[in-house]
């Protein structure tokens, strides 16, 4: 257990308030994970499991924050706890060391203490191509390659781009210009490319 003179000189610096409960919070992580090292970063005491992140702790004026990397952040403060003023604000000494455990272990499997992704990202549908923007694609063989050969996304802008036309002649417009600018293969909005 490596502790860092800087830490201590910030919980001496902290509010009183602050000071039992920033004491508290260092006792258990090291009671939680052995071997941890201690840092300030961005300011704060943070403690490091084979040199990442597990867990932070911080001093305010009116409140404490604690936070343990990778397991969300929750309310209007930082870190996962809502604003501490007091231990009692605290959860459970036994919860915190079973989310710390969980944290170290995330770092032992994966390398770092962030949850993996719950999901894969799901693509947006292709949108309906409206009929009029059809039938100027089907009389263009060009622009209608270019179109298809789009990634999704782009196709989407196009697509998106004409049917949020209100009047028909704005509608028309917006397909001869992108019956145009798809014939030179030009996304659609290949003007804020290079800026």
């Keep these: 257990m490596a502790r860092d003179p800087k830490v201590d000189a910030y919980i001496a610096k902290a509010a009183p ?46 409140h404490a924050a604690f936070m343990i990397h990778g397991d969300g952040r929750q309310g209007d403060a930082m870190g996962q706890f809502g604003k501490i003023t007091r231990l009692e604000d605290l959860p459970d000494d036994n919860v915190l060391k079973s989310k710390l455990a969980e944290a170290a272990q995330r770092i032992d499997q994966a390398g770092t203490a962030l949850k993996p992704k719950s999901a894969a990202r799901v693509a947006k549908p292709e949108l309906p191509i409206p009929p009029e923007f059809a039938a100027a694609l089907a009389a263009n063989p060009a622009a209608k390659t270019a179109l298809e050969g789009f990634s999704p996304s782009h196709r ?31 996304k659609r909005n290949w003007k804020y490319e290079n800026c």
């Design 156 to 186: 989407r802008e196009y697509v998106e781009w004409i049917s949020e036309a209100k009047r028909p002649e704005t509608r028309d417009k917006r397909i001869a210009q992108a019956i145009e600018w798809l014939a030179d293969g030009k």
């Design 17 to 62: 308030f602050a000071q039992p409960i920033l004491n508290h919070l260092r006792a258990l992580v090291h009671e939680a994970v052995e071997g941890l090292d201690e840092a300030l970063k961005w300011g704060m005491p943070h403690f490091l499991h084979k040199g990442k992140n597990l867990a932070g702790m911080s001093a305010f004026k009116a």
